[in-house]
């Protein structure tokens, strides 16, 4: 069984800065990506960012050229730094990671961690 956990969430000022990180524990075969999703409420969930094993990296549009996602293959282990945030980033940022193990291929996800940032 594979699981992640996710850590870093917490309560930030506007322009502040913050970095997630979380870890997928288990056996692991192969990371296909690993990434992190944010919903606020009223609002569908996201995507933040996304890293693949090629080191290839995805971001949404609303956190381009503030935050950076990077990986630890070593550790499977997902960074998010956050910089200059917003308000407007305020969510439940959850932990993401496709995955093969002994059980196949599938999706995981931690259970989630708040970011709220205040004026």
């Known amino acids: 069984q594979v699981q992640l956990v996710e850590s870093g969430g917490g309560l930030v000022q506007a322009g502040g800065s913050l970095r997630l990180s979380c870890v997928a524990s288990?056996?692991?075969?192969?990371?296909?990506?690993m990434g992190w999703y944010r919903q606020a409420p009223g609002k569908q969930r996201e995507l933040v960012a996304a890293v693949t094993s090629g080191d290839s990296t995805n971001y949404g549009d609303s956190v381009k050229g503030r935050f950076t996602i990077s990986r630890d293959n070593a550790k499977s282990t997902v960074f998010l730094q956050m910089n200059s945030l917003k308000p407007e980033d305020t969510a439940v940022y959850y932990c993401n990671a496709d995955l093969y193990s002994s059980l196949g291929r599938r999706d995981y996800w931690g259970k989630g961690t708040l970011v709220t940032v205040s004026s």
């Open positions: 288990g056996i692991i075969i192969r990371i296909n990506s």
